[in-house]
């Protein structure tokens, strides 16, 4: 069963960071670019950050250019969402979606999503 499951969310205050984790079971992430995308309540689901199977990252999100970064370790099948300087309007479920090879900013172009975690910057 192929199965991506995210963790690392929960409660921070402003400026503070969080690492979120992509777990990929069922399948190996070597050939699959991982997209991150978020959703705060009444808006649409965004593209955050994309990273390639070559490693390469793409960013959807000028809101957090300089502020998040995203890394792959293949070797332990994971995706990870370093999130720092985190601002109450990052507050939102987070998600990792796959799909083979390339980069998207779209959420239909992916083919598989996690169920989410919840990030919430707050005082």
């Known amino acids: 069963q192929l199965q991506l499951v995210e963790s690392g969310g929960g409660l921070v205050q402003p400026g503070g960071s969080l690492r979120l984790s992509c777990a990929a079971s069922g399948f190996t992430l070597d050939y699959y670019a991982i997209g991150w995308f978020r959703q705060a309540p009444g808006k649409e689901r965004e593209g955050v950050l994309c990273?390639?199977?070559?490693?390469?990252?793409?960013n959807y999100a000028d809101s957090v250019k300089g502020r998040f970064t995203i890394s792959r370790d293949n070797a332990k099948n994971t995706v990870y969402l370093q999130m720092n300087s985190l601002k109450p309007e990052d507050t939102a479920v987070y998600y990792c979606?796959?799909?083979?090879?390339?980069?998207?900013?779209?959420?239909?172009?992916?083919?598989?999503w996690g169920q989410g975690t919840q990030v919430t910057v707050s005082s």
């Open positions: 990273v390639r199977s070559d490693g390469s990252s793409r």
């Open positions: 979606a796959a799909r083979r090879y390339l980069c998207s900013g779209s959420a239909s172009d992916y083919n598989f």
